[in-house]
C-alpha cells in the first residue's frame, strides 16, 4: 500500500496548533536549513526539510517515529538564513512534543533528576543551553518542596546540567562515570593495538 493512503490530512493542522509549528508550511524545500546545519555533518541521513514535506504530506507515523526529529541542536543556524524565516527547532520542538504525547519515545533518554536529592538551586535552569529544565512544586516523600524538572521534548541529553549539578541530583541514563571511564579506556586500548 502506498504511504500517501495511510496520510493522516489534519496533522499538519495539528503542528500547526502546536507552540512553535504555525510555519509548517512556509517550507519551500529550498534546502537552506541543510546546506548550513552542523547536526547534518555528524548525521547524514538528517534532512530537516524532508521531515518537513512529509509533515505537510500528514505522514504522521513516519514523522513521529523518525529519529531525525529528535537531532535538532537548536543553535538556530538555519532560521538565520532561511530565505522564510522559519525555526526548525521550533518545529522539531512541536513533532517532539506530539509524539512525546503519542507514547513515542526520544532515541536518547532525557536527564533524570534524583527528587529526593535535589536542593532546587536552579543551577541547571541557568546553564541548560535548551531550556528544557524549570524549577516546580512537587510533594517528595509527603512534603512540598521545589525539584528540577527535565522537558522530554526540548533535553538534548548534553549533560552540562549533570556536570553543573552540585548536589549530584541529575544524571544521563547510560552515561554514568563508571560507563565514560570504561569508554576511554576501550579507546585507549584500541588506539594501543593500532600503533
Known amino acids: 500500500m502506498h504511504k500517501l493512503a ?3 490530512p489534519t496533522f499538519k493542522d495539528e503542528i500547526m496548533a502546536e507552540p512553535g509549528g504555525e510555519n509548517l508550511l512556509r517550507c519551500y524545500s529550498c534546502g537552506t536549513c541543510m546546506a548550513v546545519c552542523l547536526v547534518r555533518r555528524q548525521y547524514p541521513d538528517y534532512n530537516p526539510r524532508r521531515i518537513l514535506h512529509m509533515a505537510t504530506l500528514g505522514l504522521r507515523n513516519d514523522v513521529l517515529s523518525s529519529h531525525v526529529i529528535w537531532r535538532c541542536s537548536a543553535c538556530d543556524d538555519c532560521y538565520h538564513h532561511c530565505p522564510q524565516g522559519i525555526h526548525i527547532s521550533e518545529l522539531f520542538k512541536a513533532f517532539r512534543t506530539i509524539a512525546l504525547r503519542e ?3 526520544p532515541p536518547d533518554s532525557p536527564a ?3 527528587e529526593r536529592t535535589c536542593v532546587a ?3 541547571c535552569v ?3 543551553p535548551y531550556q528544557a529544565i524549570q524549577l516546580v512544586q512537587k510533594r517528595v516523600l ?3 518542596k521545589a525539584v528540577a524538572q527535565v522537558d522530554a521534548a526540548l533535553c538534548m ?3 552540562v546540567c549533570a556536570a553543573s549539578c552540585r548536589s549530584a541530583s541529575i544524571d544521563l541514563v547510560n552515561y554514568s ?3 565514560l571511564l570504561q569508554q576511554l579506556e576501550q579507546q585507549l586500548q584500541m588506539a594501543e593495538v593500532m600503533r
Do not use: I, M, R, S
Request: charged share 20%; proline share 0%.
Open 6 to 8: 495511510q496520510a493522516d
Open 103 to 105: 507514547g513515542f519515545t
Open 112 to 114: 533524570l533528576v534524583n
Open 121 to 123: 538551586c536552579g543551577l
Open 126 to 128: 541557568e546553564v541548560c
Open 142 to 144: 509527603g512534603h512540598e
Open 157 to 159: 541529553n548534553c549533560g
Open 177 to 179: 562515570d563508571e560507563t
